[in-house]
């Protein structure tokens, strides 16, 4: 995976995030097998993609590929695949307990010094953060 480009990358972490709840929706198949289209993915990417798309995965896999990912990824990296992320969730109109502390997990990267820039606490970003219990609303 070292050799991969960042979309490959951050489509990995997005395909081990969809088996959060245990199940890879057709929904969510749909938007990964889209945003490989959309990053031109070499077939190898996305013959790695369908296979962990067929692979059953746990919530620790998901943390190793987000760390692997922040170990090369930019700070422009990281909030594309937070928002990515975001949409991937609710592909399927349900989020499950551990697909919100994935998310949790991302926007922690963002805001931590090994995820590069820190964000601000204000605006949308800490707004949403206030709704999982990581901010204020006020």
Same mark, same amino acid.
């Given at each position: 995976m070292? @050799?991969?480009?960042?979309?490959?990358?951050? #489509?990995h #972490?997005l $395909?081990t995030? *969809?088996w959060? @709840?245990g199940v890879v /929706?057709?929904?969510?198949? !749909?938007f990964? =097998?889209?945003? *490989?289209?959309?990053?031109a993915?070499? +077939?190898?990417? =996305?013959?790695? &993609?369908?296979?962990?798309?067929e692979? +059953?995965?746990a919530? +620790?896999?998901?943390e190793?590929?987000?760390?692997?990912f922040?170990?090369? $990824?930019?700070h422009?990296? &990281?909030?594309?695949?937070?928002?990515r $992320?975001? !949409?991937? #969730? @609710?592909?399927?109109?349900?989020?499950a307990t551990?697909?919100l502390?994935?998310l949790?997990a991302? =926007?922690e990267?963002?805001?931590? +010094?090994? /995820?590069?820039e !820190?964000?601000?606490a204000? /605006? #949308?970003l %800490?707004?949403? =953060? %206030?709704?999982l219990?990581?901010?204020n609303l006020?």
């Open positions: 070292n @050799d991969w480009s960042s979309e490959a990358r951050l #489509v #972490v $395909a995030l *969809a959060a @709840d /929706g057709e929904e969510e198949r !749909r990964l =097998r889209g945003l *490989a289209a959309e990053y993915l070499t +077939p190898g990417e =996305r013959a790695e &993609l369908e296979r962990i798309l692979t +059953p995965l919530f +620790p896999d998901f190793q590929a987000l760390q692997a922040r170990e090369t $990824a930019s422009a990296d &990281l909030r594309q695949l937070l928002a $992320a975001e !949409r991937l #969730v @609710d592909a399927d109109s349900e989020r551990r697909e502390q994935a949790h991302l =926007r990267a963002l805001t931590s +010094p090994e /995820g590069g !820190r964000t601000s204000g /605006g #949308v %800490g707004r949403r =953060r %206030g709704f219990g990581s901010g006020g």
